[in-house]
Antibody, heavy 116, light 107 residues
């Protein structure tokens, strides 16, 4: 069965970076794009960007360009999102979700807390 | 960016009710609208895709419809397990954008 397993919660300091992972199983990793989505109480759900695991090609929401960097490791069927220059506004739950339109499977989410 | 104006933001409901949630797109997004259910502490679950298609495993009391730029999710004969947050998403144009969400609460 398709599963997207995300890494654990992070407590990080302002100005630092964090790298989140999303390990895919149960399907051919390179056959489906992977999205990353941010959820906060105040802003709701926001689409960050998408990566094609086969080619490594990416597309970002302008709002998150320079903040998020999407990569993959095909050998481990894992997608990554690095968030840089963290501020308290980056505190949120981050999800990976499969598909360039389907969004049919989601990871369990990872809470990132930015605090000194 | 395309705005998805979702209404209502919250709704007080009773078991057995028929519930309709609507998203209005700020420009044409065709059929490229999904609906998601989200329960506290859980990730979103796709309920409807391409505006009117029931996702796998979703009960038939859920349905999606479109009238022009208005997209609706209807739950017929609401059950207790349906009490949750619901979100719409357009993915016709980048960036994909979500509605602000609708919270269903039991009376």
């Amino acid at each position: 069965q398709v599963q997207l397993q995300q890494s654990g919660a992070e407590l990080v300091k302002p100005g630092t970076s964090v790298k989140l992972s999303c390990k895919a199983s149960g399907y051919t990793f390179t056959s489906n794009h992977m999205n990353w989505i941010k959820q906060t109480t105040g802003q709701g759900l926001e689409w960050i960007g998408i990566i094609n695991p086969g080619s490594g090609g990416t597309s970002y929401n302008v709002k998150f360009k320079g903040k998020a960097t999407l990569t993959v490791d095909k050998s481990s069927s894992t997608a990554f999102m690095q968030l840089s220059s963290l501020t308290p506004e980056d505190s949120a739950v981050y999800y990976c979700a499969r598909g360039s339109g389907s969004y049919d499977y989601w990871g369990q989410g990872v809470m990132v807390t930015v605090s000194s | 960016d395309i705005q998805m104006t979702q209404s209502p933001s919250s709704m007080s409901v009773s078991l057995g009710d028929t519930v309709t949630i609507t998203c209005r797109a700020s420009q044409d997004v065709g059929i490229y609208v999904n609906w998601f259910q989200q329960k506290p502490g859980k990730s979103p679950r796709r309920m409807i895709y391409r505006a009117t298609n029931l996702a796998d495993g979703v009960p038939s009391r859920f349905s999606g419809s479109r009238s022009g730029s208005d997209y609706s999710l209807t739950i017929s004969s609401l059950e207790s397990e349906d009490v949750a947050d619901y979100h719409c998403l357009q993915y016709d144009e980048y960036p994909p954008t979500f509605g602000a969400g609708t919270k269903l609460e039991l009376k």
